[in-house]
T-cell receptor
Framework: QKEVEQDPGPLSVPEGAIVSLNCTYS??????FMWYRQYSRKGPELLMY????GNKEDGRFTAQVDKSSKYISLFIRDSQPSDSATYLC?????????????FGKGTLLTVNP | DAGVIQSPRHEVTEMGQEVTLRCKPI?????LFWYRQTMMRGLELLIY????????DSGMPEDRFSAKMPNASFSTLKIQPSEPRDSAVYFC?????????FGPGTRLLVL
């Protein structure tokens, strides 16, 4: 079993839809959870991060972590065509900059105008 | 700041040739990471440095791969000899604290 599982999609939604992206993981040592967005032919960029369980909101984006179920989610409200990208979840065992990130394979999202 | 700079952006080479990928991290960042991304395996960490010192190279696939960081503003990832299965996008990232900033990547095709 892979440490981090993520449905690769592709996921296609109409503009304005609510999008739900998810990852599951097997290693209970993961403490920090991140979502990266990667546009085509670009490097990933950090979108959101959370520590342990709970929710975090930033504008149209909400990240949720359920450590008891080893399940994390990213919700995008009022999705826009500019949100079309690959979304990668990532996790690490320790905080600060001295961490190793384990990534999911990414979910390709297309938001249609 | 120009962000993380990688060169070349594209590289096509023949099996058996030596390939050198280059990275200039963001000034002031003390961590540098090399990743490889493929459709099959996703984004994988190969090696990372702290203050120019390699900390963890457990992700380097085999001895054909080597990485150096001679100073705070430059790092190289070398593949010698290259094989077709090394074809991938190679990313360099740097960080000071939390966030890792990725470069645009080098697309490597080994024929």
């Amino acid at each position: 079993q892979k440490e981090v599982e993520q449905d690769p999609g592709p996921l296609s939604v109409p503009e304005g839809a609510i999008v739900s992206l998810n990852c599951t993981y097997s290693n209970s040592a993961f403490q920090y959870f991140m979502w990266y967005r990667q546009y085509s032919r670009k490097g990933p960029e950090l979108l959101m991060y959370t520590y342990s369980s709970g929710n975090k909101e930033d504008g149209r984006f909400t990240a949720q972590v359920d450590k008891s179920s080893k399940y994390i989610s990213l919700f995008i409200r009022d999705s826009q065509p500019s949100d079309s990208a690959t979304y990668l979840c990532a996790m690490s065992r320790s905080g600060g900059s001295n961490y190793k990130l384990t990534f999911g394979k990414g979910t390709l999202l297309t938001v249609n105008p | 700041d120009a962000g993380v700079i990688q060169s070349p952006r594209h590289e096509v080479t023949e099996m058996g040739q030596e390939v050198t990928l280059r990275c200039k991290p963001i000034s002031g960042h003390d961590y540098l990471f090399w990743y490889r991304q493929t459709m099959m395996r996703g984004l994988e960490l190969l090696i990372y440095f702290n203050n120019n010192v390699p900390i963890d190279d457990s992700g380097m696939p085999e001895d054909r791969f080597s990485a150096k960081m001679p100073n705070a503003s430059f790092s190289t990832l070398k593949i010698q000899p290259s094989e077709p299965r090394d074809s991938a996008v190679y990313f360099c990232a740097s960080s000071l604290r939390w966030t890792q900033y990725f470069g645009p990547g080098t697309r490597l095709l080994v024929l």
